[in-house]
T-cell receptor, first 115, second 114 residues
Framework: QQQVKQSPQSLIVQKGGISIINCAYENTAFDYFPWYQQFPGKGPALLIAIRPDVSEKKEGRFTISFNKSAKQFSLHIMDSQPGDSATYFCAARGSSGGSNYKLTFGKGTLLTVNP | KAGVTQTPRYLIKTRGQQVTLSCSPI?????VSWYQQTPGQGLQFLFE???????NKGNFPGRFSGRQFSNSRSEMNVSTLELGDSALYLC?????????????FGSGTRLTVV
């Protein structure tokens, strides 16, 4: 059972454009939602994270929007740059002490930013 | 400070053999989690160790096992390798269990089973 669904699988945007990646989750016990960025040959790196008590978090050009009632969250990359070309993963983690107290990842979005 | 170190980076094994992968976490991090990454299934959780104890386990067969040493270094072992075990195996360290404080991933071990 896929607990975190991510879309689209791939995304091509022009330099300066906005990249939007969406995720939906099923488990209402999830309480921590990070996004990871992965370059070829490297492990994923934490980009930004949010908890369900806030609806939006911004760090530089990266923004997470969170909709608790819809069980959806998204990553917006403003002014996308060629250096942002990478695979992006959303993830979710359950409450402490349970079997879901681990990161469950979406299947990833390959972002290509054309110059 | 040094990041998460995984060795070896690449490995080719024959079906039926066993393999041991190693992970050295960031200094001070006591939690080590292992993930399998494949194009089809993405990142799948294998298990997590904290203070030498397995704290959580994913849905993988018993051929996949791990352990953690007193210095927090961790190893994972896969016995009786199958072709489907070919994957990138990633180790992630964190200060607390469940990725508390944020995971830091290593660059992974690319395992190819032939």
């Amino acid at each position: 059972q896929q607990q975190v669904k991510q879309s689209p699988q791939s995304l091509i945007v022009q330099k300066g454009g906005i990249s939007i990646i969406n995720c939906a989750y099923e488990n209402t016990a999830f309480d921590y939602f990070p996004w990871y960025q992965q370059f070829p040959g490297k492990g994923p790196a934490l980009l930004i994270a949010i908890r369900p008590d806030v609806s939006e978090k911004k760090e530089g050009r990266f923004t997470i929007s969170f909709n608790k009632s819809a069980k959806q969250f998204s990553l917006h990359i403003m002014d996308s740059q060629p250096g942002d070309s990478a695979t992006y993963f959303c993830a979710a983690r359950g409450s402490s002490g349970g079997s879901n107290y681990k990161l469950t990842f979406g299947k990833g979005t390959l972002l290509t930013v054309n110059p | 400070k040094a990041g998460v170190t995984q060795t070896p980076r690449y490995l080719i094994k024959t079906r039926g053999q066993q393999v041991t992968l190693s992970c050295s976490p960031i200094s001070g991090h006591r939690s080590v989690s292992w993930y399998q990454q494949t194009p089809g299934q993405g990142l799948q959780f294998l298990f997590e160790y904290f203070s030498e104890t397995q704290r959580n386990k994913g849905n993988f067969p018993g051929r996949f096992s791990g352990r953690q040493f007193s210095n927090s270094r961790s190893e994972m072992n896969v016995s009786t390798l199958e072709l489907g075990d070919s994957a990138l195996y990633l180790c992630a360290s964190s200060a607390g269990t469940g990725g508390r404080g944020g995971y830091t991933f290593g660059s992974g071990t690319r395992l190819t089973v032939v």
